[in-house]
């Protein structure tokens, strides 16, 4: 007695479709007291050849019959690594349908995913959206998956998403002649309603030159450094950028919930409709930055795609964890290689770290005293190298707000305004770069800098001097380029001018030589 059923195993932020084949096998002298053997093949890991005992539990907690025979289970291909729990459900369904419990011959048109509990209910699993995903452009009709994992499955147009609770449930609508409606999201209504956030660049007082540079950022999609004595407000700055942010669109919003998915951090809402904001705690190891694991998992990197990535106290962070860094800033993606296999993750975000001046936070300024010796400011500086410093475009000095600005009555413009101009920029952008695989300004290759970017004399002049003076890298060369680029959109000009030159080589005035 053999029956086949559909399941999928992710890889990286993709999955590929695992068939589960589940054969009974009578046994000479077989009594009903002797334990049935189960034998799972198709390299299975730890958490699949346990499922044996879960499987059977939840059958007969279920009131279902489990099989006296030997069972023997091949995951297939049998030569791709299969780990997880998600293939409980397809297995037990398959040992049903195997002994007749079913009144279906086949499910080759559905897939089935889902960890089950002892009792029988159907508990959630990683990676529903890439899964969908892959049963889609499989031609599959139908996915059944736990409740938990539905809204995020049922944004894949085109596949009917039936949410299951428990054992007993998959079976009876399996058996239904003709099934129910499936669930249905509406993709749009989601994205417009969910696209708001609980900060406001309204409520951060002063700081008009930081709030200029951070707009200049975000228009720009460049990598920004705030420097600045405790209190001064470089987190409350940062922890607002996500909201002068353009709106997520429904296909990064796909990709960063394949993202958030496969890591396991989806929740019932189902679809990301906001732009990631992740901060992970300066103890973090380079693993979790990046991403790792036997079977690699993504990163923080990774998990801040298509939005921000936020490093308070950046000297803080261990050297070889900043390191890690460079390649994602260059190429916008990882690639984990491992004995098995080499996996890519998606890693296009916007880096915005902050940091005091030194140990004490107060050098340089004017209303308290630094207690730190010039070797110590130096030393607290160099844990951040000069090829990590030269891929952040714009180095902002955030100073302590005054207590005339703290009292004061107009706080200045909100988030709705600041994002609006962003908005219209990178609209300028998109056309500016139609056809090519460039969002926005930070992204440009050489190829466009020459293109985009062409300077007069007076502008070539001044950047000339501006190299040799402070010392700067062919990179930062770059970067200064693309950051004046960003001005002069935001001023509707279609030529880089000399004050725009200007404004941007202002923001690169912490480089290493400046601290020298």
Known sequence: MLFKTLSAAVYGIDAELVEVEVDLTPRAGDSMNEQPAVIVVGLPDLAVRESRERIRAAINNSRFFFPVYKITINLAPADVKKEGSAFDLPIAVGILGANGELQREDLDDTLLIGELALDGRVRPVRGALPIAVAAKKKGLKRLLLPVENAAEAAVVAGLDVYPVRDLREVVTLLNLPELPEPMKLDVEQMLGEADRYPVDFREVRGQMHAKRAIEIATAGGHNILLVGPPGSGKSMLSKRIPSILPPITFEEALETTKIHSVAGFTDARGLLTTRPFRSPHHTISDAGLIGGGAIPRPGEVSLAHNG?????????????????????????????????????????????????????????????????????????????????????????????????????????????????????????????????????????????????????????????????????????????????????????????????????????????????
Request: glycine letters at 4%; one cysteine or more; proline letters at 6%.
């Open 308 to 516: 921000v990535l936020f490093l308070d106290e950046l000297p803080e962070f261990e050297r070889n964890v900043l390191e890690v860094l460079r390649q994602p800033l260059e190429d916008q993606r990882v690639t984990i290689s491992r004995a098995s296999m080499s996996l890519t993750f998606p890693a296009s975000f916007m880096l915005v770290a902050a940091m005091n001046p030194c140990n004490c936070g107060f050098y340089g300024d004017p209303t308290r005293e630094c207690r730190c010796t010039p070797p110590q400011v130096q030393r607290y500086i160099s844990k951040i190298s000069g090829p990590l410093l030269d891929r952040i475009d714009i180095h902002i000095n955030v100073p302590a707000v005054k207590v005339s600005e703290l009292a004061a009555q107009d706080s200045g413009e909100g988030s709705v305004e600041i994002r609006q101009r962003v908005v219209n920029v990178r609209k300028v952008q998109q056309q500016r770069f139609s056809g090519e695989h460039v969002f926005c300004n930070a992204q440009m290759p050489p190829r466009l800098i020459r293109k985009y970017c062409q300077l007069d004399a007076p502008s070539q002049q001044l950047l000339e001097r501006a190299m040799m003076k402070l010392g700067l890298s062919a990179r930062a060369y770059d970067r200064i380029l693309k950051v004046s680029r960003t001005i002069a959109d935001l001023e509707g000009m279609e030529r880089i001018a000399e004050k725009h030159i200007s404004e941007a080589v202002q923001y690169r005035t912490l480089d290493r030589t400046y601290w020298q």
